[in-house]
């Protein structure tokens, strides 16, 4: 494994070795509340420093604190279609993408909990910003996915990656998660990057249907009742109207803090059956640029249809469009709570930065939630 040492999560000796660098660093006394809450930090590191594998750390730290975060934040997580993943084959979930964190932390805690076993999870390197940062991502499966660098760099790196996925998966070693798409969904409309699926083949022996037959693809559908970071993403949206957006140091990691602390009601996750042979061979009967599309729009069609709709999304369309289509699905104290929220939020962006058109900001932040009613297939 040498050769993708870079990108490919620690081994366990790697990781007993980062266990000794995370206890004692600093970052460890704030954080140490979330591992183990009621726990000083003194024994948050003896915890840390006699744990003796990647195993042992999902399941005696990440698992709890996974587990806390779901219990404070959200009313709960639902899901359907795990049995799915219970075929005896290794896969690659692809799932629409709208928190940094929660999205595959969650689909881990699932896992563990239905015996199937965790998978390896791909994180853009622009969230590791740290050692610190590094060492916890890589000790939990974490592959890293080299986001920068010139048009050459950025082409090997992504043949890196793909053919790092494909020999996990093909060789049936474990199963490993990535996103639909580089970055969070900012407006609530889901779709599959064509040049994911491009990546995906790189690796491939020129057998387009054996080759995305050989990936096991599993299409993933998340949805939130309060959308993470949802004002974060509506004040971006704005300033993208205008200009350029440009990231402020530390802002990847205030969205990270955000979307695990902010309350976030209930949670729904589906999981697919593979993408059928069938489907993969009509794919490969087109056209070589239609393929890709028609992959992704496989992809899409699973995740858009199965997407579950909260009463916050028929609310938002409903105010959005001055209408009354939805109203079956939502009471009016609802609707007074949501309308609450927003302005609440609002508010808020407005206090810090006054050149912001209020009645623009509510439009798109309706939009956020709104938009999962019409792509809903």
Known sequence: ?????????????????????????????????????????????????????????????????MKSIIGKTTAGVTYTGIENLKDGKTHLLISNHRDIILDPAIIQVLLYENKVHTTEIAVGDNLISSQFIEDITRSNGM?????????????????????????????????????????????????????????????????FAADFEELNIVPIAISYQYEPCDFLKARELYISRRQQYVKQPGEDLQSMLTGLTQYKGGVHYYFAPSLSREVIEGCAALDKNERYKAI?????????????????NYIACDILYGTSNYEEHYSQSEKEAFIAYMEGGISKILEKENDIDPVELREIFLGIYANPVKTKI
């Not at 000083?40 to 420093?49: E, F, H, Q, S, T």
């Not at 050459?152 to 020999?167: A, D, G, K, M, T």
């Not at 969070?184 to 409309?189: E, L, Q, S, V, Y």
């Not at 992704?296 to 916050?312: F, M, P, T, V």
Request: net charge neutral; glycine share 8%.
């Open 1 to 65: 494994m040498d050769k993708f040492g870079d990108i490919r999560p620690y081994t366990d000796q790697e990781a007993r070795e980062a266990f000794k660098r995370m206890a004692s660093d600093p970052h460890i006394e704030p954080i140490a509340q979330y591992i183990k809450p009621g726990l000083p930090a003194d024994a948050v590191r003896g915890l840390l420093v006699s744990l003796t594998s990647v195993w042992d750390f999902q399941h005696k730290v990440m698992y709890d604190v």
């Open 143 to 207: 592959i890293k996915v080299v986001r920068g660098g010139t048009p050459r760099e950025i082409y090997s790196s992504s043949c890196h990656l793909s053919e790092y996925l494909r020999s996990k998966i093909a060789a049936g070693e474990c199963s490993a998660w990535i996103a639909q798409r580089n970055g969070r969904t900012k407006d609530g409309k889901d779709e599959t990057s064509q040049g994911l699926v491009k990546m995906l083949q790189m690796s491939g022996s020129g057998d």
């Open 296 to 312: 992704a729009a496989a992809i899409d069609k699973e995740i858009l249809s199965n997407y579950k709709l909260w009463n916050n």
